[in-house]
C-alpha cells in the first residue's frame, strides 16, 4: 500500500489544481464532484494504509520517499513521507472530517457564486495538511505548515469583497507568519547543531549532542512552540483565530477547529524526543497552554456571536491539548485533538447549519427557542456541547479526564495545572451550555428557513456518533510515544475531575434557562462591567498588539513613506543646484569683472609659484 | 654710439611692469573701447621693452626679433580691433563696452 | 634649409599654398561651392601630406624654430581633420547667409596654420606666432558679418580678453627669456641646469604668466569667464573650430615644453595645475548644470572637459606614470575633438535657417528624436561621449584618464573626477530627455555635406569607442618616442 | 652719467605719460599722451643698445599703428563731447578693486626683480646683427608672421568694409 | 561562440526591428519576438554541454561550458574574453526568458516608435548577455555601462508621468558608482602590473592577484559599492523606485527581473573572488546593509499607495537577502542566493507586468483607486495571487527556497543578522497581502468593464508560474549547475577549506 502513500496528498492537490485552473468554468455539480471526490480518494487510501499499518502484527513506522528535494552544500531535504500511528490517526482526522465538511458544504455553499473556488482552495488546504502531518522531515513539515496556513488566509477572506474579511485574514496571515519565523528559526538551530531537520534523526542526534536541560535544545524547543502557538492560537499569538471566524463556517470546521489549528500540537508531539530533553521548554509548554485554556474560556462565556464562542472554545481546548503535552501525556493530547476535532467540527457545522437557516444571523441573543424547529441542529449543538463539556461518555470527557489527571500527576507544578483545568473545564461547560439554553431553548426571536437538506445533515449525524464514541477506542500511538507510566486513578482527584462538568451544566441550566440565579448584579456592577468588557475583548490583547506593534509600525512607516534615505539624495542636488545658481552669477557679462577676475587668479598663481601662499 | 648703457636690467623690467600694469588697470577699469585697445597696445609696448631688456642683457638679437614679432602681432590686432570698434559702434551705436554684455548667465 | 628640412614641412607648404591658392581664386571669383571645396581639399591634401611625411619620418628641427616629429605630425592630423570636418559643417551654413561668406574659409585655413605651426613650435617665438595667427583668424571669423549683435559682442570679449592673456603671456616669456638667454625649448631645458646662476624666482613667476596665459586660451578656471559668452556669441561652425582646433593646438605645445623642459619638477608648479584643473572640473560641471542655451552648456562643459584632460597633464608628473599620461591626454583629445565637433556640427545644421542668432535654445530640439531621428542620434552619440559612456570614443577617453590618475596615484583628482562626471551626466542627459519628449514638428534643412561630415563624425566617434586598438597603438607610439 | 639720466627721465617721462594716456577722458588727449610714451621708451630703445627698436618703435608703433586710432576717432568723430559721457562712466569706486589687483601684482612682481641683480650687457646690437639672424633662425618666423598679417589683413578688411557697405546703404 | 553570436543576434535584431518600424508599425515587435526566440535557441543547447573547457583560476583548476578569447586592445591587455559556466548560463538564460515577458508585456503598450523600443529593449538584452559571460574586467565594465543607456532610453522616452527625474536618477546612481568600479578596475590591473610586469584585464589572470591587503581593502569598495546600488541595497536604494514606477512595464520588468541581478551577479563572480581578505573584513557591514535593506525595504513597501512603487521597495527587500546570502559566503547561502535571484526575477517580472496590465486598464497606479479589481478580472486576479503569494515566500515555490538557503547558511554565520533578516519573512507578508488586498480584493466598482487577461498575457505568466513551482518543487538542477561555480569560488578564495568564511561547523 506504501506505494499510494504518495496519492494521499497529491489527489486532493489535483483537485486544487484542476478547480483551480478552469477557474469556475466547471458547472457546480462537477466541481462538487471533484471537490468532494479528491477527498474521498484520499480518505480511501488512508483507510487502506492505515487497515495495513493497523493490522500488522507489530506495527513499525516506515518511510515512503518520493523524490529528493534539495541536496545542497551538506543540507539534504526529500519529499517523504513518514507513516506511523500519529500521522495515521492525523490522516484518519483530516480526511475523514474533512470529507464530512466538503460533503457538507457541497450543498451550504451551493449558492455562492464562487463555489469553485471555495473547494480548490479547500482541497489544497487538505493536501498541504496532509503534507504536514505526513512529512518525515521539518522542512517539509514547514512547507505544509505554510500551506495550510496560505489557505487559511485565501478561505478567511474568501468572501474577499468585504475589506473587514480581508483584514481578518491577513491577521490571521501575519500573526501565525510571526510564529512560522520563530519555528524558521528553531529550524536553523537544528541545522546547526545536528545537521540535519529529519525529524528522526534529531531526535537521535539530539540525544547524543546534547544533555537533558541543555540550553540549547531548550532554545530550540522553545522556537519551535513558537511555531506551534502561532498556528495553534495560543498565548500570546492567539488573537488571530476570533478574527477568522469570517470565513465560512466549514472552513472555520474545517480549519479553525478540527484541523490546521491543531498542527501546533502535531509539531510538539511530532517531536516530542526532542521536547523530553527539556523539562523547561515542557514546563513553558503546560503553561501556555493553561494560561490560554483559562483566558479563552473567560472570553467565551462573555461571547455573543455563536462562531465566535466556538472560536474562544477551540482555543481553550487547544490550550487543554498543551496542557497534556506540556505534562508528556502526549497521547492524551492527541487523543483530545482527535476528539475535539470531531465535536468542534460538530459544533460548527452545526452552527453553520443555524446561520444558514437564520439568513446569517450570528448573534446568539437574536436566536432562541431553535430546538423543535432546527432538530438536527439541535441535537448536534447538544451532543457536541456535552462533548465540550466533557460530561461522562462523550468523546471529550474520556480525552479531557485523562489530560486532567496526567496534569494533576506532573512534578510539583501538577496541581496547579489541574487546578486551571478543572476551572477551565468548569468554565467550558458553563459557556457552552449557556451557548445551548439561549440558542434553542426559550422564545423563538426569528423564523428559520426550512433545515438544509441531507447533504448538510448526514455529516452532522456522522459527526454527532463520532463525538460520542469518538472516545471510546483508544488511538494507536502507544508505539509512538514513550510508555507513560500508570497513573493512579485513585485519589479524590479522580472522582472530583468527572464532576466539575456536571457542575458547570447545571449552573448554565440554572442561569441561562431557569433563570434562578441572575448574574445581574453582576453584569451591572462597575467591577463587573469592567471585567466583562475585558473578558469580551480577550484579556485586551488585542488593543494590547494594537497599540504595541500595529500602530507604531503604520505610522513609522507612513512617517517614512517618502524614504528619509531619499533626503539625502535629493539634498544634495539641490545643494549642487544651489552652488550653481549661485555661480552662475559671477557671470556677470561684463568684460571688466572677466578681466578682474583673471588678473585675481594671475595673482593667486604667482604668489602659489613663487610660494608666498601655501599651495 | 657704440656702447650702451648699462643699469640693472631689473630697473629696465621694474619700468616695464609699470608700464604693463598700467595697461593692464586700463583695461580693467576703462569703459571706452578705444581706451581699452590703447591699454592692450600698452601692455604690448611693455612686453616689448621687457624684451629688449632682456636681449640687452644677453646682448642677443632675440630680444629686438621678439620686439618686431610683437610689433606685427599688435599691428593686426588692433587692425582687427578696430574693424571690430567700428562695428560696434553702429550696432550698437555707442563705444561703451558694458553694453556688449547681453550674454550672462 | 636643407631639402630634407623642406621636406618634413611638407603639411605647413601645401596648406600656405592652398591658402594663396584660395586667395588668388577668391580675388578673381566668388563661388561658395568651389571656395569651400578648395579648402576641404586643401586640407585633405595637407591631412595627407602629414601622413606621407609621417610614412618615413626623419625627427628634427627646423630652424630653431620648428621641430617635426612624430608627436607634431599627429597634432597636425588632429587639427587638419578637425578644420576639414568644420568646413564641410560650415558649408550649408554660410550658403545661408549669403554672398561674401567666402573668406570665411580663407581665415579658416590661415587658423589652422596657426594651429599646426603650434603642434611643430619648439620655440617661444613660433609658439607666439602660431598662437595669435590663430588668435587673430578666430576674431575675424567670430565677428564675421551677416551675424547678430551677439557674435560681435563675443568677438569684442575675446577679442581684448585674448589680447590681454597675450601679453601676459608675453611678459612672461620675457621674463623667462631674461634669466635663461634664450627663447628655445631644449635649450631652456639645458640652461634650466647648466646656469648655475638662474634665479628661481623669475622663472616661476614667468611660468606663472605663461601658465596663465596658456589657461585662458584652454578656459581653465579662473581664466574662463570668457568661454561661455564667446561660445555663445560665435556662429556655430566657429565655436566648434575654437573649442577644438585652437586648444588642441595649445595643448599640444604646452605639453611639449612641459616634456621637453621638464617643468614637472616644480612642484609648486604642479600644486597651481591641481588647483586649476580640480576648480575647472568643479565650476565648469556646476555652471553647465541648467543652462538652457546648448552652446552656453557646451561651453562650459568644455571647461570641464579640459579640466579631465589636465588631470592626464598633471599626471604626466610621476616618472613612472609619464607615458601612459601623454598617450591618455592624447587620446583624451582626439575622442573630445571628435565629439566636440559632432556636437557643433548639430548646432549648426539646427541653426542653418536662422541668420540672426544661433538655434541653441534647449527647447529647440524638443522632439528631434521624432522629427529628425537620425540628427538626434547624432547628438545623442555626441552627449554620451562627453560623458563618457561606453560605445563611443568619449569613454575610451575617460578610460584612458582615470588610467592615468591611477597610475600617477592623484586620488584626489580622481574623486572629483567622479562627482564632476556626476553632474556632467545630469547636464549631458537633459539634452537626451529634451530630444525625446514628445512636440510638434519643427523642421530642419539638412545640408548634405554637412550631413554626411554629421554621419562620418559619429561614424568614427563609434568606431574609436568599440575598437580603439589602432588608435591607441599609435597613440602610444607617439608617447614612447617623446618620453 | 648723462646717458644714465637721460635713461631715468625717459622713463619717468613714458610712466607720467602712460598714466594720463590711460585715465583721460578725451580719448584724442588719451592718445597723444600715449604717442609721448611710445616716444619715451623709442629713447629708452635707443639708449640700451637697440636702435633698430627705437625706430621701429616711432615709425610703427607711434607713427603707422597711433594713426589707425587717430583714423578712427576722426571717423567716429569723437571729440570733447564723449567727456561728459566718460565722466559718467568712471565713478571712481571702479578703480579700488583693479588697483588692489594691479598693487598686489606690482608687489609680487618686485619681489621677484628685487631677488636679482643683472646688468645690462651695454652693448650695441645693431639692424643688420638684428637681420642677419632673422633671415637665419628665424626666417621661418617672418614667414609665419607674414601670414599673420594677412590674416589680420583679411579680417580687417572684412570687419571695416561691411562697415562701409551699411553706411553707404544708410546714406 | 554561443556568446558572441547570441549577443550579435540580440544586437541585430534591434536594428532590425528598429529599421522595420518604417514599413509596418507591426513588424517591429514580431522581429523582436523572433530574435529572442532565435536567442533562446542559441542558448538551450548549451545546457547539454558539460563543462570541458579547463582553465587555471586563482591556482585551481576549474571548468567551463564555453570560452572565447579574442584581442581587443593589445596595448592594456583587454580582450574579447567571454566565458560561460553554471552561473552564467542560468542568468542569461533568465535574461533571455523575461526578454520574452518584457516583450510579450509590451505588444500593446507601445503605440509609437515600436521599433526604437524593441531596439531599446533588444540592446538593453545584450548588454546583460554581456555582462553575465564577459570575463575580462574591461569589457565586463563596457558591458555594464552599455545595458544602461537603452535602459535610460526606455525610461525616459516611454516612462510615465516624472519619467524625466526617474530616468536621470537612476543613470545617475549607476553611473557613478560605476566609475568609481572603473577606477577600482584600472587600480588593481595597473598595480597588478606593477607587480607582475604584464597589464592584464583577464579575470584569470587577476584572481589571487597578491596586492597589499590595504590596497585591496579600497579597490573591494569601489566594486561593492558599484554592485551594492545595482542590487540595491539601503541606502543606496532610492533610485530604485522611482526607475521601477516610472519605467514603462516592459522596462520594468527587464530592470526588476535581470538588470538588479547583474549587482548581485558581480559581488558572487568579481568582488568576493578578486578581495577575498577584504571581503571577510567587511562581510559583517554587508550583511547588516542586507538585513536592513530587508527590513527597510518591506516597511516602506507597506506604506505606498502606488503599486509599482510597492512593488519597487519589494525587491530592495527581497534582494537584501542576496546580499545577505552572498556575503554569508558558504554554500547554502550562496545557493540560496542564487535561487533567491531567479525566483526573484520571475515573481517580481511578473507583479511588474501585472502593474503595468493595471495600468494600462484603469490608468493609474494608486492602489487606493483600485479595489475589486479581482471581481472584474478573476483571470488576473488568480494570476496576482500566485505572484504575491510567491513573493511573501511560500514554501513550494521558489522564493521561498532562496530564501530558507540564505537565511539557513546565513544562521551559521551570524545569529542577529539572521534573526534581523528572518523577521523580512513576516514584514514582507504584511506589505504583500495588503497590496492584494488594496488591489484585488474589496469591494469592486460597477461600471468598470474591464478586459480580463488574455492568452498573449497567460502565455507569459504561465511560463513564470510553472517556473517558480519548479523552482519550488525541484529545484535539484539549479543547484547543480550551480554548485560547481560555488565551489570553485570558494576553493579559490580560501585555499584551506576550514577557513571559509563563515564556513559549516
Not at chain 1, 223 to 235: N, P
Not at chain 3, 117 to 139: K, M, N, R, W
Not at chain 3, 412 to 422: H, K, M, N, R
Request: some cysteine; hydrophobic content about 55%.
Amino acid at each position: 500500500m506504501s506505494d499510494l502513500v504518495f496519492l494521499i496528498p497529491l489527489a486532493p492537490l489535483l483537485g486544487f489544481v484542476t478547480l483551480f485552473c478552469t477557474l469556475g468554468n466547471l458547472p457546480k455539480k462537477l466541481v462538487a464532484i471533484v471537490g468532494v471526490g479528491s477527498i474521498s480518494l484520499s480518505a480511501f487510501i488512508v483507510m487502506l494504509v492505515g487497515m495495513e499499518f493497523l493490522f500488522q502484527q507489530d506495527p513499525t513506522p516506515y518511510v515512503v520517499s518520493i523524490y529528493s528535494w534539495m541536496n545542497v552544500g551538506g543540507f539534504i531535504s526529500g519529499v517523504s513521507f513518514y507513516i506511523d500511528g500519529l500521522s495515521l490517526i492525523m490522516m484518519f482526522v483530516i480526511t475523514g472530517v474533512g470529507l464530512l465538511i466538503h460533503i457538507y458544504s457541497s450543498l451550504f455553499m451551493l449558492d455562492d457564486k464562487d463555489y469553485s473556488r471555495f473547494f480548490s482552495y479547500m482541497n489544497l488546504f487538505v493536501s498541504a495538511m496532509l503534507v504536514l502531518v505526513l512529512a518525515d522531515n521539518l522542512l517539509l513539515l514547514f512547507v505544509g505548515w505554510e500551506g495550510v496556513g496560505l489557505c487559511s488566509y485565501l478561505l478567511v477572506g474568501f468572501w474577499h469583497e468585504d475589506p473587514a474579511n480581508g483584514s481578518a485574514a491577513r491577521k490571521a496571515f501575519v500573526v501565525t507568519r510571526i510564529g512560522d519565523t520563530a519555528m524558521a528559526l528553531g529550524m536553523f538551530l537544528l541545522f546547526l547543531h545536528l545537521g540535519t531537520l529529519d525529524i528522526q534523526a534529531i531526535a537521535q542526534q539530539a540525544a547524543s549532542t546534547w544533555q537533558v536541560g541543555d540550553g540549547m535544545v531548550t532554545l530550540a524547543c522553545l522556537l519551535l512552540v513558537g511555531g506551534a502557538v502561532g498556528k495553534s492560537a495560543q498565548l500570546p499569538l492567539q488573537t488571530w483565530l476570533p478574527d477568522a471566524m469570517a470565513g465560512p463556517t466549514p472552513v472555520s470546521a474545517l480549519i479553525h477547529a478540527a484541523t490546521m489549528v491543531t498542527a501546533g500540537v502535531y509539531l510538539i508531539a511530532r517531536n516530542h524526543e526532542l521536547f523530553l530533553m527539556s523539562p523547561a521548554a515542557m514546563l513553558v509548554v503546560a503553561t501556555i497552554g493553561s494560561i490560554t485554556l483559562l483566558m479563552a474560556a473567560f472570553t467565551a462565556m462573555t461571547q455573543t456571536d455563536i462562531k465566535r464562542i466556538l472560536a474562544y472554545s477551540t482555543i481553550s481546548q487547544i490550550g487543554y491539548m498543551f496542557l497534556a503535552l506540556g505534562v508528556g501525556a502526549w497521547a492524551s493530547g492527541i487523543f483530545h485533538l482527535m476528539t475535539h476535532a470531531f465535536f468542534k467540527a460538530l459544533l460548527f457545522l452545526g452552527a453553520g447549519a443555524v446561520i444558514y437557516s437564520l439568513h446569517h444571523e450570528h448573534n446568539i441573543f437574536k436566536m432562541g427557542g431553535l430546538r423543535t424547529r432546527l432538530p438536527v441542529a439541535f441535537w448536534s449543538f447538544i451532543i457536541g456541547s456535552a462533548a465540550l463539556a466533557a460530561l461522562p461518555f462523550t468523546s471529550g470527557f474520556y480525552s479531557k479526564d485523562a489530560i486532567l489527571l496526567s496534569a494533576f500527576e506532573h512534578g510539583p507544578y501538577g496541581p496547579w495545572f489541574w487546578g486551571a483545568g478543572a476551572l477551565g473545564a468548569l468554565l467550558t461547560s458553563v459557556y457552552s451550555f449557556r451557548l445551548v439554553f439561549i440558542v434553542f431553548f426559550g422564545e423563538a426571536k426569528t423564523q428559520p428557513d426550512a433545515p438544509a437538506g441531507w447533504g448538510m445533515a448526514g455529516p452532522l449525524v456522522i459527526l454527532c456518533a463520532l463525538a460520542i464514541i469518538g472516545g471510546w477506542f483508544t488511538v494507536p500511538v502507544s508505539s509512538v510515544f514513550p510508555a507513560v507510566h500508570e497513573v493512579d486513578h485513585g485519589g479524590v482527584v479522580a472522582y472530583i475531575t468527572p464532576a466539575i462538568p456536571i457542575i458547570g451544566v447545571f449552573i448554565a441550566y440554572l442561569i441561562y434557562y431557569l433563570h434562578k440565579i441572575s448574574i445581574k448584579p453582576f453584569t451591572e456592577s462597575g467591577l463587573g462591567q469592567q471585567l466583562i468588557k475585558f473578558w469580551f475583548s480577550h484579556w485586551a490583547m488585542d488593543w494590547l498588539y494594537d497599540t504595541l506593534f500595529v500602530k507604531p509600525y503604520e505610522e513609522i512607516t507612513a512617517i517614512n513613506r517618502t524614504d528619509i534615505i531619499d533626503w539625502f539624495y535629493n539634498f544634495t542636488a539641490d545643494f549642487t543646484l544651489f552652488i550653481h545658481d549661485l555661480s552662475t552669477t559671477t557671470q556677470t557679462g561684463q568684460l571688466r569683472t572677466y578681466a578682474a577676475v583673471m588678473v585675481t587668479g594671475l595673482v593667486i598663481i604667482i604668489a602659489i609659484f613663487v610660494g608666498v601662499m601655501p599651495s | 654710439m657704440t656702447e650702451a648703457l648699462t643699469i640693472p636690467m631689473e630697473h629696465g623690467l621694474l619700468l616695464a611692469s609699470l608700464l604693463f600694469l598700467i595697461g593692464l588697470l586700463g583695461v580693467m577699469v576703462r569703459r571706452n573701447i578705444i581706451v581699452i585697445l590703447m591699454s592692450l597696445e600698452i601692455m604690448l609696448n611693455a612686453c616689448c621693452m621687457a624684451f629688449i631688456f632682456a636681449g640687452a642683457h644677453w646682448g642677443q638679437t632675440d630680444g629686438q626679433i621678439m620686439f618686431m614679432l610683437i610689433l606685427s602681432i599688435a599691428a593686426a590686432e588692433v587692425a582687427v580691433g578696430l574693424g571690430l570698434l567700428l562695428q560696434v559702434f553702429r550696432r550698437f551705436g555707442s563705444l561703451d563696452i558694458d553694453r556688449a554684455s547681453r550674454m550672462r548667465g | 634649409m636643407s631639402m630634407t628640412e623642406l621636406y618634413s614641412l611638407l603639411p605647413m607648404i601645401t596648406l600656405t599654398s592652398v591658402i594663396l591658392v584660395l586667395m588668388m581664386v577668391i580675388a578673381f571669383a566668388r563661388n561658395l561651392a568651389l571656395t569651400c571645396g578648395l579648402s576641404a581639399g586643401g586640407l585633405l591634401l595637407t591631412l595627407v601630406s602629414v601622413f606621407w611625411v609621417n610614412h618615413d619620418l626623419s625627427a628634427g628641427f627646423v630652424t630653431p624654430l620648428l621641430v617635426v616629429d612624430a608627436y607634431a605630425l599627429m597634432f597636425s592630423a588632429l587639427i587638419v581633420s578637425g578644420s576639414f570636418f568644420i568646413t564641410l559643417i560650415a558649408y550649408g551654413y554660410k550658403v545661408q547667409r549669403g554672398e561674401l561668406q567666402d573668406e570665411f574659409f580663407l581665415l579658416l585655413l590661415l587658423a589652422t596654420l596657426g594651429g599646426i605651426t603650434l603642434a611643430h613650435s619648439t620655440h617661444f617665438a613660433s609658439f607666439v606666432l602660431g598662437l595669435e595667427l590663430l588668435g587673430i583668424s578666430l576674431y575675424a571669423m567670430i565677428s564675421y558679418p551677416n551675424q547678430g549683435l551677439f557674435s560681435l559682442e563675443a568677438a569684442l570679449k575675446y577679442l581684448i580678453l585674448s589680447a590681454v592673456s597675450s601679453a601676459i603671456m608675453l611678459f612672461g616669456i620675457a621674463l623667462v627669456y631674461a634669466v635663461l638667454g634664450s627663447l628655445s625649448f631644449t635649450e631652456i631645458a639645458s640652461n634650466v641646469y647648466q646656469d648655475t646662476g638662474f634665479d628661481r624666482l623669475f622663472i616661476l613667476v614667468g611660468s606663472g604668466m605663461i601658465l596663465a596665459g596658456i589657461s585662458f586660451k584652454l578656459s581653465l578656471v579662473p581664466f574662463h569667464m570668457w568661454t561661455p559668452d564667446v561660445y555663445e556669441g560665435a556662429p556655430a561652425p566657429v565655436t566648434a573650430f575654437l573649442a577644438t582646433v585652437s586648444k588642441g593646438g595649445i595643448f599640444a605645445v604646452l605639453l611639449r615644453f612641459f616634456t621637453t623642459v621638464d617643468s614637472y619638477q616644480y612642484e609648486t608648479i604642479i600644486s597651481g595645475l591641481f588647483w586649476i584643473a580640480l576648480l575647472s572640473i568643479l565650476v565648469g560641471n556646476i555652471l553647465a548644470l541648467m543652462q538652457t542655451s546648448i552652446k552656453r552648456m557646451l561651453a562650459y562643459s568644455s571647461i570641464a572637459q579640459i579640466g579631465y584632460l589636465m588631470v592626464a597633464f598633471i599626471a604626466a608628473s610621476e616618472i613612472g606614470g609619464k607615458q601612459l599620461a601623454i598617450e591618455a591626454s592624447a587620446f583624451f583629445l582626439i575622442a573630445y575633438f571628435l565629439t566636440t565637433i559632432g556636437a557643433f556640427g548639430v548646432v549648426t545644421i539646427m541653426s542653418i535657417d536662422s541668420t540672426d542668432h544661433d538655434q541653441d535654445g534647449l527647447d529647440k530640439y524638443e522632439g528631434l528624436f521624432w522629427h529628425r531621428p537620425l540628427l538626434a542620434g547624432f547628438f545623442s552619440t555626441m552627449m554620451l561621449s562627453l560623458a563618457g559612456i561606453p560605445l563611443t570614443a568619449g569613454f575610451i577617453g575617460k578610460f584612458y584618464i582615470i588610467a592615468a590618475g591611477v597610475k600617477s596615484e592623484l586620488w584626489i583628482l580622481l574623486a572629483v573626477v567622479v562627482i564632476g562626471s556626476g553632474i556632467g551626466l545630469f547636464y549631458y542627459l537633459r539634452v537626451i530627455f529634451t530630444m525625446t519628449k514628445q512636440s510638434e514638428s519643427n523642421e530642419v534643412n539638412v545640408s548634405a555635406t554637412g550631413g554626411w561630415a554629421m554621419a562620418a563624425v559619429t561614424l568614427l566617434l563609434v568606431i574609436l569607442g568599440v575598437y580603439p586598438a589602432p588608435v591607441i597603438e599609435w597613440v602610444s607610439a607617439v608617447a614612447k618616442a617623446l618620453v | 652719467m648723462l646717458e644714465l639720466g637721460l635713461f631715468y627721465t625717459s622713463a619717468t617721462v613714458a610712466l607720467v605719460a602712460t598714466v594720463f594716456a590711460v585715465t583721460r577722458y578725451n580719448v584724442a588727449h588719451a592718445l597723444i599722451y600715449l604717442i609721448i610714451s611710445l616716444l619715451a621708451s623709442a629713447v629708452i630703445f635707443y639708449l640700451v643698445g637697440a636702435p633698430f627698436a627705437a625706430i621701429l618703435e616711432i615709425l610703427i608703433y607711434a607713427g603707422a599703428i597711433m594713426v589707425l586710432f587717430v583714423f578712427v576717432i576722426m571717423m567716429l568723430n569723437l571729440g570733447s563731447p564723449g567727456d561728459g559721457v566718460e565722466h559718467q562712466w568712471l565713478q571712481p569706486g571702479m578703480w579700488i578693486f583693479p588697483s588692489i589687483l594691479c598693487l598686489v601684482l606690482l608687489a609680487e612682481i618686485v619681489y621677484m626683480l628685487s631677488s636679482g641683480d643683472r646688468m645690462l650687457q651695454g652693448k650695441m646690437i645693431g639692424p643688420k646683427q638684428v637681420g642677419i639672424d632673422l633671415f637665419g633662425p628665424y626666417v621661418l618666423a617672418v614667414e609665419i608672421a607674414s601670414m599673420l598679417l594677412l590674416a589680420g589683413l583679411v579680417g580687417a578688411y572684412h570687419l571695416g568694409r561691411k562697415y562701409l557697405i551699411d553706411a553707404r546703404e544708410e546714406s | 561562440m554561443t556568446m558572441i553570436l547570441l549577443i550579435g543576434v540580440l544586437i541585430l535584431g534591434g536594428i532590425a526591428a528598429w529599421l522595420a518600424q518604417t514599413w509596418n508599425k507591426d513588424w517591429p515587435r514580431w522581429i523582436s519576438l523572433g530574435t529572442c526566440l532565435i536567442a533562446g535557441l542559441i542558448v538551450l543547447p548549451l545546457y547539454i554541454n558539460t563543462p570541458e573547457i579547463h582553465w587555471t583560476l586563482g591556482g585551481n583548476e576549474t571548468a567551463w561550458i564555453e570560452m572565447v578569447n579574442y584581442a581587443w586592445i593589445p596595448r592594456f591587455g583587454i580582450n574579447f574574453l567571454f566565458a560561460l559556466d553554471g552561473l552564467s548560463l542560468i542568468m542569461v538564460s533568465l535574461t533571455i526568458f523575461l526578454g520574452f515577458v518584457a516583450i510579450i508585456s509590451s505588444w500593446d503598450e507601445i503605440p509609437d516608435r515600436s521599433g526604437f523600443f524593441q531596439f531599446n529593449l533588444l540592446w538593453t538584452l545584450a548588454g546583460v548577455v554581456g555582462v553575465f559571460t564577459s570575463l575580462d574586467l574591461f569589457l565586463f565594465f563596457f558591458f555594464w555601462e552599455v545595458m544602461l543607456i537603452p535602459m535610460y532610453l526606455l525610461i525616459a522616452i516611454w516612462g510615465h508621468e516624472n519619467k524625466s527625474y526617474a530616468s536621470m536618477k537612476f543613470f545617475l546612481f549607476t553611473q557613478i558608482s560605476g566609475l568609481l568600479m572603473l577606477i577600482a578596475i584600472l587600480t588593481l590591473v595597473l598595480s597588478n602590473a606593477n607587480q607582475t610586469g604584464t597589464i592584464t584585464f583577464s579575470y584569470f589572470d587577476l584572481v589571487g592577484h597578491g596586492l597589499p591587503e590595504g590596497l585591496s581593502y579600497w579597490l573591494m569598495w569601489g566594486f561593492f559599492i558599484a554592485f551594492v546600488v545595482k542590487l540595491p541595497a539601503f541606502p543606496f536604494h532610492t533610485w530604485l523606485p522611482d526607475a521601477h514606477t516610472q519605467a514603462p512595464t516592459a522596462a520594468s520588468v527587464l530592470l526588476a527581473g535581470i538588470l538588479l541581478k547583474t549587482g548581485a551577479y558581480g559581488l558572487i563572480r568579481f568582488t568576493v573572488p578578486l578581495f577575498p581578505q577584504a571581503t571577510v573584513e567587511i562581510a559583517d557591514i554587508a550583511m547588516i546593509l542586507g538585513a536592513i535593506s530587508i527590513i527597510y525595504g518591506a516597511m516602506l513597501a507597506f506604506a505606498q499607495t502606488d503599486f509599482k512603487r510597492l512593488v519597487a521597495y519589494s525587491s530592495v527587500s527581497h534582494m537584501g537577502f542576496v546580499l545577505v546570502g552572498v556575503y554569508a559566503w558558504n554554500e547554502l547561502a550562496m545557493q540560496g542566493a542564487v535561487m533567491q535571484m531567479i525566483a526573484h526575477g520571475f515573481s517580481t517580472a511578473a507583479l511588474f507586468m501585472m502593474a503595468g496590465a493595471i495600468q494600462h486598464r484603469i490608468h493609474t497606479r494608486d492602489m487606493t483607486k483600485m479595489s475589486g479589481l479581482w471581481h472584474d478580472m478573476p483571470r488576473m486576479g488568480a494570476v496576482a495571487m500566485f505572484f504575491i503569494i510567491a513573493s511573501l515566500g511560500m514554501p513550494g515555490l521558489g522564493n521561498f527556497v532562496g530564501e530558507f538557503l540564505v537565511l539557513l547558511g546565513a544562521f551559521s554565520v551570524s545569529i542577529p543578522i539572521t534573526i534581523a533578516a528572518a523577521i523580512g519573512l513576516i514584514t514582507g507578508a504584511i506589505y504583500a497581502l495588503i497590496a492584494m488586498q488594496r488591489v484585488f480584493q474589496g469591494e469592486g466598482k460597477p461600471d468598470r468593464n474591464l478586459k480580463d487577461f488574455g492568452g498573449r498575457e497567460l502565455a507569459a505568466m504561465i511560463p513564470m508560474m510553472i517556473g517558480l513551482i519548479w523552482l519550488g518543487v525541484y529545484p535539484q538542477p539549479v543547484f547543480d549547475l550551480v554548485d560547481p561555480v560555488l565551489s570553485s569560488l570558494h576553493l579559490l578564495t580560501t585555499s584551506d577549506p576550514t577557513q571559509w568564511i563563515g564556513s559549516l561547523p
